[in-house]
Every structure is written in structure tokens, then in C-alpha cells.
């Protein structure tokens, strides 16, 4: 039982557009939901994080938009890099004392 | 500052043999975690250590079992290991078992059993 599910499984995008992840989750007791990024051969990074009391949060060409009604969220990279060729999970979590649950990843590749 | 460190990097084991996955922290966190990554799956947690002295089941604990050593380090071992086993294998850290405190991973192990 996936929990949270994350589309595209892959992602070509060229250099300067902007690339879309989208993650939908079944239980609505989750209220954190972090976005993390993976470079070949490399753990998992934090990215960005939002939690439902906010319908979307940017850091610098990152945002996370989230629908609560529809329980879904998703990333987009606005002017994408070459650099920003990694793998992205979702994940939620529900209050403080819980763990992560993670989509099954999304691999970005950028073209230059 | 190293981190997280796992050792070792790379891993084949034949089926039936035992193995210990080691993690160490050095970023003084209470909480652990083991996690398993496969293709398709996202990560996906095996057990977690809320703080020093305690473990517990995450998601998919079947043929694992864990030791938290102390404060810094928190070991994975596999019994009896088996092909479905196969896997990216990642430990991470965080300063409290909180849902909106930050998780740190290791580079990862990469195991084969054969």
C-alpha cells in the first residue's frame, strides 16, 4: 500500500524550462511534507519543505504548491539547470513524534 | 565535520550469509534510521532509533534487526540474507524523531546477494 505516489517516474526537460513533480497522499492526518534530492551515488538531501497551512512555498527557483482539498502537492524547478539533474522524492509525515513516508521518486534529467 | 559515514560502501553476499551495516553520526542527533532503496519504491524505512537506548519496527523490518550502540551509532544487521534483500541501503540522522526536523543521510550501502 503506497501511501504517497509520486508521477512522473521520469522527467526529460531542456535547460531553461521548468520541470513538474507531482505527489498525491492518502492520509490526511500528514501535515509535513518535504520534497528531498538525490544525486547519483549520493543519500537524499533536503530540499524544501511546506506544511498545510500554507498553499505554497518558494526558495529561490523551487516551489511547493499544495492543494490540501485535493491532497496533492507537487514541485516545480523553474529554469532548469543541468545541475539540477538528480532524482526528487515526496514525502509526508503526520505530527511530531511520526516518520517519513516517501514516494517512489521522480529521475530529472536536463538537457542542455 | 564527516556527517553521516556508512560502512561499507559495497556489499555481495551469498544467500544464507549474515552481515552488519555500520552508521555513525557525528552531528550529535538523537534520532536514527535505516532505510531501504529500491527502484520504483522510494525509501523505505526498515527501523528507527527515537533516542539513545530505543529502537523500533518502521515499515519493512522483516529479516533485519538493529542495535543502537550508542548516541553515535546505530548498526543493520541481516541474519540470514536473501535475494529480495538486494538493495541501495541508507542511514540517516535527525536531531529529534520530530516530523519537521530535518533528516540527514549517509552516501549508502550498496548490497547484492547472490
Known amino acids: 500500500q503506497q501511501q504517497v505516489k509520486q508521477s512522473p517516474q521520469s522527467l526529460i526537460v531542456q535547460k531553461g524550462g521548468i520541470s513538474i513533480i507531482n505527489c498525491a497522499y492518502e492520509n490526511t492526518a500528514f501535515d509535513y511534507f518535504p520534497w528531498y534530492q538525490q544525486f547519483p551515488g549520493k543519500g537524499p538531501a533536503l530540499l524544501i519543505a511546506?506544511?498545510?497551512?500554507?498553499s505554497e512555498k518558494k526558495e529561490g527557483r523551487f516551489t511547493i504548491s499544495f492543494n490540501k482539498s485535493a491532497k496533492q502537492f507537487s514541485l516545480h524547478i523553474m529554469d532548469s539547470q543541468p545541475g539540477d539533474s538528480a532524482t526528487y522524492f515526496c514525502a509526508a509525515s503526520k505530527a511530531a513524534g511520526n516518520k517519513l513516508t516517501f514516494g517512489g521518486g521522480t529521475r530529472v534529467l536536463v538537457k542542455p | 565535520n564527516a556527517g553521516v559515514t556508512q560502512t561499507p560502501k559495497f556489499q555481495v553476499l551469498k544467500t544464507g550469509q549474515s552481515m552488519t551495516l555500520q552508521c555513525a553520526q557525528d552531528m550529535n542527533h538523537n534520532s536514527m534510521y535505516w532505510y531501504r532503496q529500491d527502484p520504483g519504491m522510494g525509501l523505505r524505512l526498515i527501523y528507527y532509533?527515537?533516542?539513545?537506548?530505543?529502537?523500533d519496527k518502521g515499515e519493512v523490518p522483516n529479516g533485519y534487526n538493529v542495535s543502537r550502540l550508542n548516541k553515535r551509532e546505530f548498526s543493520l544487521r541481516l541474519e540470514s540474507a536473501a535475494p529480495s534483500q538486494t538493495s541501495v541501503y541508507f542511514c540517516?540522522?535527525?536531531?529529534?524523531?520530530?516530523?519537521?526536523?530535518?533528516?540527514?543521510f549517509g552516501p549508502g550501502t550498496r548490497l547484492t546477494v547472490l
Open positions: 532509533s527515537a533516542s539513545e537506548g530505543t529502537t
Open positions: 511546506i506544511r498545510p497551512d500554507v
Open positions: 540517516a540522522s535527525s536531531e529529534t524523531q520530530g516530523a519537521f526536523n530535518e533528516q540527514f
